[in-house]
């Protein structure tokens, strides 16, 4: 069975922490037991070189609109019907995901996604996309969100 990421946009603040909390869990420079405080500090002083959030906070300006944007693992996934090269794949259990060796930065999947979740890597040559961190046991964005905007559900 599938899992997805669902945002509850009622109760999200726009604090940002689930890009930051995502942008850590798939940095290859990790401190452990780093506070919160820790993890925005070290996001504001690599920001030029920060990898990217493969979660999207976005804001409605002029408005307390906010809205967690990630990948949807959709059932059609037009992002691997796009893919030229096979790199963006869905795996069994029902994650798409995007092999960064085969990725090639033709960008069509990030054409192809409805929802704008699919996005050009911190290498700038490979897409970048949510993969849900099952390797993690639970989303990082998740599993971090001070107010719990965000669940995972089974599909």
């Known amino acids: 069975m599938a899992r997805k990421i669902f945002p509850k946009e009622d109760v999200c603040v726009g604090c940002h922490l689930c890009e930051v909390y995502c942008v850590y869990a798939h940095s290859k420079y990790k401190k452990p037991?780093?506070?919160?405080?820790?993890?925005?500090?070290?996001?504001?002083?690599?920001?030029?070189?920060?990898?990217?959030?493969?979660?999207?906070?976005?804001?409605?300006?002029?408005?307390?609109?906010?809205?967690?944007?990630?990948c949807r693992h959709c059932d059609d996934a037009p992002c691997t019907?796009?893919?030229?090269?096979?790199?963006?794949?869905?795996?069994?259990?029902?994650?798409?995901?995007c092999d960064e060796?085969?990725?090639?930065?033709?960008?069509?999947?990030?054409?192809?996604?409805?929802?704008g979740a699919v996005r050009r890597g911190e290498n700038k040559k490979a897409a970048s996309k949510c993969d849900l961190c099952l390797?993690?046991?639970?989303?990082?964005?998740?599993k971090n969100c001070p107010n719990e905007a965000l669940e995972i559900k089974e599909v």
Not at 81 to 97: P, Q, S
Not at 101 to 111: A, D, P, T, Y
């Open 135 to 142: 390797e993690l046991g639970e989303p990082a964005c998740v």
């Open 33 to 70: 037991n780093a506070k919160a405080h820790e993890l925005v500090k070290l996001y504001i002083k690599h920001k030029d070189s920060k990898p990217t959030p493969r979660i999207l906070v976005e804001e409605k300006s002029g408005t307390w609109t906010t809205f967690a944007l990630q």
């Open 81 to 97: 019907k796009a893919c030229i090269t096979g790199a963006m794949k869905r795996l069994e259990d029902g994650r798409i995901v």
């Open 101 to 115: 060796e085969k990725c090639v930065g033709c960008w069509s999947c990030i054409m192809a996604c409805p929802h």
